[in-house]
């Protein structure tokens, strides 16, 4: 039990640190969601508003991630 909750600790400790460091290096600003990308949206938008993929999931596509 105790190498569990060491192991969580650890990983919840990585989390933060990551969090910590995007916010540090992004200056605090995220990307937001594009409404007329449907993979954004995840299909709560009407079809006829999605106007594409928004420049992060076409990056992605191209470089073949999924």
Request: net charge negative; aromatic share 4%.
């Amino acid at each position: 039990m105790a190498s569990r909750i060491h192991e969580l600790e650890t990983a919840l400790n990585r989390l933060v640190l990551l969090v910590e460091n995007t916010l540090n290096e992004s200056e605090g600003e995220w990307p937001q969601a594009d409404l007329g990308c449907i993979d954004c949206t995840s299909g709560t938008v009407l079809a006829k508003l999605n106007t594409g993929p928004c420049a992060f999931h076409a990056a992605k596509r191209l470089l073949g991630q999924p």
